[in-house]
């Protein structure tokens, strides 16, 4: 069976946790499949992220200068880190559009008790659910 992961389950929390699975001493089978996935994934990232970019930039509010329009609050400060979005429901869709689609990596699941762990975290577990049988 195929792995099957979402955009939406590849954030930096999934790198986290891919990075401190490949840190535990784990049977060498298991450990050389991990890594073959954990590169399809490091790629796969990378192309969500530079489309994430080209969303945000395509439906940001620029000024005269180019630069993106800064987003005020009632009181008329400035939201650090948020833009002005021309079209807040045509971005929501296209940034939800990138978030649902389905990455098949073509690797066999991984069973769990072939990484010969004795102990793991569970918040790492659940990010990484989709890589296990």
């Known amino acids: 069976m195929s792995i099957v992961v979402k955009n939406s389950q590849l954030n930096d929390e999934t790198i986290a946790s891919l990075n401190e699975m490949i840190e535990l001493d784990i049977n060498a089978v ?3 499949r991990l890594t073959r996935v954990i590169k399809e ?3 796969i990232v990378e192309d969500k992220m530079s489309t994430e970019k080209k969303i945000l930039d ?4 620029k000024g005269e200068d180019g630069n993106p329009s ?3 609050d009632e ?3 400035v939201i650090p880190g948020a833009v002005n ?3 807040p429901e045509a971005f929501t869709k ?3 559009e990138l978030l649902e689609t ?3 990596l073509q690797y066999e699941k991984i069973k769990f008790e072939d990484l010969g762990l004795k102990t793991a975290k569970v918040k790492d577990l659940i990010k990484l659910e989709f890589l296990f049988d």
């Open 75 to 77: 009181s008329g400060n």
């Open 85 to 87: 979005i021309k079209d």
């Open 41 to 43: 994934i490091s790629s």
């Open 70 to 72: 800064p987003a005020i």
């Open 30 to 32: 298991a450990a050389f």
């Open 102 to 104: 389905d990455n098949v």
């Open 58 to 61: 395509k439906w940001t509010i």
């Open 94 to 96: 296209e940034m939800s």
